[in-house]
């Protein structure tokens, strides 16, 4: 395995381990298991037999005393390196069906998003140039849009976590290009973007078509955050007249978005069909646009949140649903297929935690809380199993928790987060671009007694994270303690924000 590591990589494995507060070894015993589970049918670029060497070299270390959560957090990296293969120009890039050799781009906002923290660039830069270089003469990727994506958006996330400032920039020209392509295919006169629910990967819901040309929040939200992006981007290129030019577009979206797709009487944000008409139902992609921040805060949008602890909205016994559940179309269109008209999706479930995230933290007096938060995540943790073994499928049924589309073509299906949610939603380490280190944890007080998050690549630093109620478990100090390169940089005696200025 050592040979497809870099030394540089090595060496930060070594780095990491020297500062570190857990012992790798501790952990072998997941991965032991998860091999053990079937037949290794399908070998891309890390067979099994050396995946614990490739998640202890490029992935934190996470331990809690629920032992769902640290099994599913395990669990999601080794199956994420089973999606990792190289391509036939010679790079790395991740797929969405493990039994499909080619990549599907659905799904690559959630790839980077997830990615963010391994610890080689390499995987997600040859991600990116597969998607945004991979056509004829460096143009493109011809299938890059079949699929609505936020890949502008992960982007500048993962460079918010490694400052790899080169990177970013030698590829802004090409998500710029992403950028005026969707506008040429499907910006309309209103200047909201139409596109039909297939195309949004999220085929047959209540709301959907694929003919009818009907405005959705999913792009259009995608788009404000790709433009936010851009602009950030540009600024730290210095072109400033690219970044005033994205701006604008973000800003004009924000304000359509708001006026066009926001139902002020069922006070969710909604489809909008070719007739001018709001669809009637409330379905899960109504949360999107706080997964960007779209909505401002303090003019009351965050109403909307109220619908996800309602079992009449979108709370059911095995997760959140696609749509509303007390909608007469509720799961109508057939099971077995791509429902998005009420099933539970990881897809979906991923942006919503992370959405509702963005909204605890930077919104005043949401009608939510870290509780509600907390509680859809343990739901989504428990939701990943099959025959008592940890499974990531495709869709599952909202009451019995039973996996649809279950076989060959879904098995570990590569379109969503875990890790992420744990790294930057529960633990809450939030990303950002100048020296400070933000730690805002999303676990409620009075939960756990301890945890930690080891190993963290961020900043050119290694970061670990550890909550310790008593001091007794990691034998620190107590409370929430963070460590930079192994020294205490910040403390606080109870589970609240902290921040930190890197040394």
């Known amino acids: 395995?050592?040979?497809?590591?870099?030394?540089?990589?090595?060496?930060?494995?070594?780095?990491?381990?020297?500062?570190?507060?857990?012992?790798?070894?501790?952990?072998?015993?997941?991965?032991?298991?998860?091999?053990?589970?079937?037949?290794?049918?399908?070998?891309?670029?890390?067979?099994n037999a050396a995946a614990w060497d490739w998640l202890r070299a490029q992935t934190p270390l996470f331990t809690c005393p629920d032992r769902d959560v640290e099994e599913i957090y395990?669990?999601?990296?080794?199956?994420?390196?089973?999606?990792?293969?190289?391509?036939p120009a010679g790079g790395y890039a991740f797929t969405e069906f493990l039994n499909r050799k080619d990549p599907v781009s659905s799904a690559v906002g959630h790839h980077v998003m997830e990615g963010r923290w391994l610890r080689d660039p390499k995987f997600l830069d040859d991600t990116a140039r597969y998607w945004l270089r991979g056509g004829p003469d460096g143009t493109l990727h011809p299938k890059y849009h079949n699929y609505s994506g936020w890949l502008p958006h992960a982007?500048?996330?993962?460079?918010?976590?490694?400052?790899?400032?080169?990177?970013?920039?030698?590829?802004?020209?090409?998500?710029s290009r992403d950028y005026t392509q969707w506008e040429s295919d499907r910006l309309t006169p209103s200047?909201?973007?139409?596109?039909?629910?297939?195309?949004?990967?999220?085929?047959?819901?209540?709301?959907?078509?694929?003919?009818?040309?009907?405005?959705?929040?999913?792009?259009?939200?995608?788009?404000?955050?790709?433009?936010?992006?851009?602009?950030?981007?540009?600024?730290?290129?210095h072109r400033d007249d690219l970044a005033r030019e994205f701006e604008a577009k973000a800003a004009a979206l924000r304000r359509l978005v708001q006026e066009q797709l926001w139902d002020a009487d069922a006070k969710f944000f909604k489809v909008r069909y070719e007739d001018?008409?709001?669809?009637?139902?409330?379905?899960?992609?109504?949360?999107?646009?706080?997964?960007?921040?779209?909505?401002?805060?303090?003019?009351?949008?965050?109403?909307?949140?109220?619908?996800?602890?309602?079992?009449?909205?979108?709370?059911?016994?095995?997760?959140?649903?696609?749509?509303?559940?007390?909608?007469?179309?509720?799961?109508?269109?057939?099971?077995?297929?791509?429902?998005?008209?009420?099933?539970?999706?990881?897809?979906?479930?991923?942006?919503?935690?992370?959405?509702?995230?963005?909204?605890?933290?930077?919104?005043?007096?949401?009608?939510?809380?870290?509780?509600?938060?907390?509680?859809?995540?343990?739901?989504?943790?428990?939701?990943?199993?099959?025959?008592?073994?940890?499974?990531?499928?495709?869709?599952?049924?909202?009451?019995?928790?039973?996996w649809i589309n279950r076989g060959e073509r879904s098995r570990y299906y590569h379109h969503s987060t875990f890790a992420d949610l744990v790294i930057a939603g529960l633990v809450g380490l939030v990303p950002r671009a100048d020296t400070t280190v933000e730690i805002h944890p999303l676990l409620p007080t009075a939960?756990?007694?301890?945890?930690?998050?080891?190993?963290?690549?961020?900043?050119?630093?290694?970061?670990?994270?550890?909550?310790?109620?008593?001091?007794?478990?990691?034998?620190?100090?107590?409370?929430?303690?963070?460590?930079?390169d192994g020294k205490s940089i910040a403390h606080a005696d109870t589970l609240a924000r902290l921040t930190a200025t890197l040394p």
């Open 74 to 87: 395990f669990f999601r990296w080794w199956s994420l390196r089973k999606h990792l293969i190289k391509t």
């Open 155 to 175: 982007l500048y996330q993962r460079y918010l976590v490694n400052l790899d400032l080169p990177f970013v920039t030698s590829v802004l020209s090409f998500l």
């Open 276 to 402: 001018g008409g709001l669809c009637d139902a409330r379905e899960e992609i109504g949360f999107i646009p706080w997964y960007f921040s779209l909505p401002e805060p303090g003019r009351g949008y965050e109403v909307a949140w109220t619908q996800l602890a309602d079992e009449a909205g979108f709370h059911a016994p095995f997760g959140l649903t696609t749509a509303e559940r007390r909608h007469p179309k509720f799961r109508t269109h057939g099971v077995g297929g791509c429902e998005w008209d009420g099933a539970v999706w990881p897809y979906a479930t991923s942006q919503t935690l992370t959405a509702l995230a963005n909204v605890l933290r930077d919104y005043p007096s949401p009608p939510v809380t870290a509780r509600d938060w907390f509680g859809a995540f343990l739901t989504y943790t428990r939701s990943q199993h099959l025959d008592g073994r940890p499974f990531i499928g495709e869709y599952l049924d909202e009451k019995t928790g039973a």
């Open 447 to 484: 939960t756990w007694d301890w945890f930690c998050l080891d190993g963290v690549a961020y900043h050119d630093r290694t970061l670990t994270i550890v909550w310790d109620r008593t001091g007794e478990k990691f034998h620190r100090s107590a409370g929430l303690t963070l460590f930079a």
């Open 191 to 237: 200047g909201l973007y139409w596109q039909f629910d297939v195309r949004d990967a999220m085929e047959e819901s209540i709301s959907g078509s694929r003919t009818k040309k009907n405005l959705r929040p999913p792009l259009n939200s995608y788009q404000f955050g790709n433009a936010t992006a851009i602009a950030a981007l540009a600024r730290l290129a």
């Open 1 to 47: 395995m050592r040979r497809l590591l870099p030394a540089l990589l090595l060496l930060a494995a070594a780095r990491a381990a020297d500062f570190a507060v857990l012992n790798p070894a501790d952990f072998a015993h997941h991965v032991e298991r998860f091999n053990t589970m079937e037949p290794e049918t399908i070998i891309n670029v890390v067979p």
